[in-house]
């Protein structure tokens, strides 16, 4: 019995391995049995399309990925936070918006209930992470409280990771949105990559690199290789010229 079935908010949880999971694809709405085991991710298809309607709290967006290099329906620009932060990291390989569907039977209730995570991503490793996208009131209230537990032992019991974002600090999700503006790589990029890599190789300060400025285009690379983490620095802090940037 999983150990959530303690918790009166969650007794109504059922044993993972009695999970259906319904995945779309080729256009077609498939129940996977897990025999084989799971399903190829580049073959997923979103479950559903976001919509809304005058009563609606969020608002759908069509976002680009470079990571995957197509559109991805979004639900919220909460989901659009998530997007950019995975969409900057070089060890996520593909992403998905509404991967799937998760259906459960609720004997106490005599009903069945189902869930639509927000987005999955595959890291190059081969790891899998399914995502919930929630404010941090609606990851806290009962209401959501058993669609978590349920997906997340689900995910477990599949070998795969669960996580629920809830946003970012301020400070980050500025800097992600900064950044954002250089996300596309450039012909020039290549012509100064080598020497910015090499400046940064036992760390430097961003002021520095900013002064020692070439062109328009070398700034822009600084930028675009921060955005692509060939350089790293502290996104959670604001953004000065003593910020360390390191390799």
Not at 4 to 33: K, Q
Not at 96 to 123: N, Y
Not at 130 to 141: F, I
Not at 168 to 193: I, K, S
């Amino acid at each position: 019995m999983p150990e959530s079935m303690g918790d009166p908010c969650l007794e109504s949880v059922p044993d993972p391995a009695e999970v259906a999971w319904t995945f779309r694809i080729r256009g077609r709405r498939t129940p996977w049995d897990w025999i084989d085991g799971p399903p190829d991710m580049r073959q997923l298809q979103s479950y559903r399309r976001p919509a809304s309607g005058s009563g609606s709290r969020h608002v759908p967006v069509r976002a680009f990925s470079y990571t995957i290099g197509a559109y991805l329906a979004l639900e919220s620009g909460l989901e659009h936070d998530l997007l950019r932060r995975l969409d900057r990291d070089p060890s996520v390989t593909w992403l998905v918006s509404q991967p799937f569907a998760l259906g459960w039977d609720v004997a106490a209730r005599r009903t069945r209930k189902s869930h639509v995570p927000d987005l999955i991503s595959l890291a190059s490793d081969g790891a899998v992470t399914v995502w919930d996208v929630k404010s941090p009131e609606g990851a806290a209230s009962s209401k959501f409280a058993e669609v978590r537990e349920v997906s997340r032992q689900a995910c477990e019991e599949r070998g795969w990771g669960y996580e629920v974002f809830t946003g970012l600090g301020p400070t980050h999700r500025h800097n992600l949105l900064w950044l954002h503006a250089y996300r596309r790589r450039q012909p020039w990029v290549d012509h100064y990559e080598d020497d910015l890599i090499a400046a940064c190789d036992g760390g430097a300060k961003l002021g520095d690199l900013v002064r020692a400025r070439r062109s328009h285009e070398y700034l822009a690379a600084i930028w675009h290789l921060i955005w692509a983490g060939h350089l790293k620095v502290d996104l959670a802090q604001r953004l000065t010229g003593a910020s360390e940037v390191t390799t």
